[in-house]
């Protein structure tokens, strides 16, 4: 009989002498990790970094390891710490070639236990090697991929190429997972206790569908403005990009840098004292009912008709071109005061459109001009059908990932214009519901769904979100745009800015946060956001509250400093329900079965 031999994870550097639980052994995901581990004699320590590169399991093999001493650069990465570098590659399909790295601590005393995996935004294409160099330092065992091809933000790998498209829709972070356990419990002779992932954007999403798809490979799970909504999200960055840039450039867009901004500042001036405190953020935005068409020729004259136009749909968002004007939106839309933050080329720079013809239409650039063929009728569902089984993750169902204990933390930026923040708020809705009629049949609880007005989902997130929150919590960043940036803090890592190592506690950071509530089951109320100058100095620190909870001004005090805050409870309302939210929680209901096809 094959058994590992388990070892405790050091605790979180403020916990020292802290009791940590010890969960039984389970297998991770659709590879049987325990085979895998026998198979290559995991309770045996291997001789050596070295001999590692001979190891092969599952849809993987090593194709090199080697011991790298602390000092020494590793793609332009200094590393803190000694380690035991394995590269090598998986190959779930034919035409599969997913590039790996698993990086260990060289001495197992420097190993505390944990392993983590890194999202990676965008197309990904490239190892994230800097977060690789951090987590090594920390003492986890780490491991990222190229998602399965190289290229960086170009769209070329996605045409003709279908199984590439499934490994970076999902199938490379199982693959690596797997790997990077086995490879730790040979090379440590003891089997990893606790595995963590965290991303933010394109990773968000990859956290999500880990969430959903393989819910035995982590423990605890960090996802920052997560796109899992991701055809409906395609399609919000094309109505983005064709809104503000109708022509690509040279062309200028609609609205310029300074127009932008001018819109924030009037909403600031009409909402930033909502909350009680005049401080140049806005701490909720959708209570802000700032009425843009004042801005218009039929207002003030501040901006032209076109310009009024544009910012028009980017606060409405998309809807479908035959629809009433109360019609339901599509999916999200841009926040009140995140104007500053609109991106008008990120359409255009991210290759979305052309990745949309490649996979949808199998037509190459410039074949498919996405500005003339894209509607939001038509198109839009089509892209929905095609795209949907290989990248979306919507599911409010978690019962594998939290029957296993699984923990997570979901965070959003309130100014993101890229994944509208509205997607995580609507999701949290879709938790809540789903809690309250999961035990109804298939047609009835659609039947339910598609009835649900603002007061009843109100009800049902107050009378439900206590359980929710027992395995997901949602962490919403005021002022903040898309995984960081913007004018709030928002250094609390998990895909977010990483604060400085001393801040990296269970206060200050998303993934201390999440390692706590795994293994000592204390859950986060509060994390607290900071804002760091050029030199590391915080200057602006703030609580952000388990939501619907918000961060409130104890009326004395540095403003700039969360010890002057406090989380206060949040009731709420039928007003609070936006029809984005009410969208994306009967987006998320409606396909609460959608699972990736992991062969």
Known sequence: ?????????????????????????????????????????????????????????????????????????????????????????????????????????????????????????????????????????????TAGSDMGHDGGESATWTLGRPEKVKDWGLRAHASVAVAAKALAAAYFGASVKHAYFEGCSNGGRQAMMLAQNYPDLFDGIVAGAPSMFYPDLLMWLL???????????????????????????????ACDAIDGLADGQITHPPACRFQIDALGPQGDGTLTAAELQAAQRMVGGPQRLAAQ?????RYGRAQPGSEADWSPHFADN??????????????PSPLFDWRQRIDWDGVHDQVKAAL??????????LRRFVARGGKLIQTHGWNDSVVPPDGSTGYFLALTQWEALR????????????????????????????AVRQYHRLFMLPATSHCGGGTGPSAI??????????????????????????????????????????????TR???????????????????????????????????????????TLRNALGQRGVLLPHR
């Not at 050091?10 to 198979?39: D, E, F, I, S, Y």
């Not at 991210?350 to 037509?363: E, T």
Request: proline fraction near 10%; aromatic fraction near 6%; charge should be neutral.
């Open 493 to 538: 890592g998990g895909g977010l800015p990483e604060p400085p190592p001393a801040w990296r506690n269970t206060e200050h950071h998303a993934v201390s946060a999440v390692m706590r509530w795994v293994e000592q089951g204390v859950a986060p109320d509060k994390i607290v956001a900071t804002r760091f100058d050029g030199a590391g100095r915080p």
């Open 239 to 269: 109505w983005t990009g064709k809104t503000l840039m109708p022509a690509p450039a040279p062309a200028l867009p609609v609205l310029s840098r300074s127009r932008r901004e001018a819109i924030t500042q009037r909403v600031l001036q």
């Open 325 to 329: 004007p109360d019609a339901e939106p």
């Open 1 to 141: 009989m094959c058994t590992a031999v388990f070892r405790t994870p050091a605790p979180l550097p403020h916990q020292a002498g802290a009791r940590v639980r010890k969960p039984a052994w389970r297998a991770a995901g659709p590879v049987g990790l325990m085979g895998l581990l026998c198979a290559w004699g995991a309770v045996q320590a291997a001789p050596d970094c070295a001999a590692l590169a001979t190891w092969t399991g599952g849809d993987s093999a090593a194709t090199s390891a080697g011991l790298v001493p602390a000092g020494q650069a590793v793609a332009g990465q200094v590393l803190p710490a000694a380690m035991c570098r394995v590269q090598g590659v998986a190959r779930p399909s034919a035409d599969s070639h997913i590039q790996w790295e698993v990086w260990l601590p060289q001495a197992a005393s420097a190993w505390t236990g944990r392993l983590k995996l890194n999202g990676t935004g965008g197309f990904a294409g490239a190892t994230p090697y800097a977060r690789l160099a951090q987590d090594v330092g920390d003492g986890f065992v």
């Open 439 to 466: 035990h109804l049949p298939g047609p009835e609880l659609d039947r339910r769904a598609a009835a649900l007005t603002p007061a009843a989902v109100a009800a049902g997130a107050n009378e439900w979100g206590p």
């Open 541 to 583: 620190s703030r609580p952000l509250c388990a939501y619907p909870a918000q961060a409130v001004y104890k009326g004395a005090g540095d403003i700039n400093d969360a010890a002057n805050f406090e989380c206060q409870a949040a009731v709420l309302r039928a007003q609070d329900i936006s029809r984005g939210e009410l969208a």
């Open 388 to 397: 949907t089984p290989v990248t979306a993750a919507p599911s409010p169902d």
């Open 350 to 363: 991210g290759g979305y459109g052309a990745f949309i013809g490649h996979y949808v239409y199998g037509q």
